[in-house]
């Protein structure tokens, strides 16, 4: 595609519920990102995936948070047991090898009541 | 413990003149390090970068200063237009850490008045 995709764009939960949040990189970029930002915060960083290493999970807030890429393409973080302090707007982005410009995607807004 | 500190949330300019954005790190391996500018209810997107081997960079309107030393670096937008009005981020990596992940401060808000 031409850009990072991500869905959905908007998603609100109830408290105690499971959430996944789905990114498309843009084709080719071996490098994918997943970031949050909260109200009046900077982007935490969550997980890192490249290429066939194993990820980088140390930005992962707690052991509700897990992420999965699948074939070196298409990545989903899953929120299990939502609470409201996860409420935060959720970007993933992707880059080539060894680059560090990465491309975001819109995000997801979490919004969990 | 932020590594990657904007220390003034927000900042406004007019339109002709200079805007100027600070940035400090404490990390010292960091050696790659970007801005990103984002508008509301979009994605960051890639401004301009620099190799911690230069000490400035230049693209058009955007110059981005390094001092390593002082672990400190700028940029400067000359000159301001409104459509420049978004939320800065500035970021750092660490390429030899192995995950070059990207390290993001908090951000400062430009408003650049017509």
């Known amino acids: 595609g031409a850009g990072v995709s991500q869905s959905p764009s908007n998603k609100v939960t109830e408290k105690g519920k499971d959430v996944e949040l789905r990114c498309d990189p843009i084709?080719?970029?071996?490098?994918l990102y997943w970031y949050r930002q909260s109200l009046g915060q900077g982007l935490e960083f969550l997980i890192y995936?490249?290429?066939?290493?194993?990820?980088?999970k140390s930005g992962l807030p707690s052991d509700r948070f897990s992420a999965e890429r699948t074939g070196g393409s298409v990545s989903t973080l899953t929120i299990q047991r939502t609470q409201q302090e996860d409420s935060a707007v959720y970007l993933c982005?992707?880059?080539?090898?060894?680059?560090?410009?990465?491309?975001f995607g819109q995000g997801t807004r979490l919004t969990v009541v | 413990d932020q590594q990657v500190k904007q220390n003034s949330p927000s900042l406004s300019v007019q339109e002709g003149r200079i805007s100027i954005l600070n940035c400090d790190y404490t990390n010292s391996m960091f050696d790659y390090f970007l801005w990103y500018k984002k508008y509301p209810a979009e994605g960051p997107t890639f401004l301009i970068s620099?190799?911690?081997?230069?000490d400035k960079n230049e693209d058009g309107r955007f110059t981005v200063f390094l001092n390593k030393s002082a672990k400190h670096l700028s940029l400067h937008i000359v000159p301001s237009q409104p459509g420049d009005s978004a939320v800065y981020f500035c970021?750092?990596?660490?390429?030899?850490?192995?995950?070059?992940?990207?390290?993001f401060g908090k951000g400062t808000k430009l408003t650049v008045n017509p």
């Open positions: 084709s080719g970029h071996t490098a």
């Open positions: 982005a992707s880059s080539v090898e060894r680059s560090t410009e990465a491309f």
């Open positions: 995936f490249q290429g066939n290493s194993a990820p980088d």
């Open positions: 970021a750092a990596s660490d390429s030899q850490q192995g995950s070059e992940k990207l390290v």
């Open positions: 620099i190799s911690s081997i230069k």
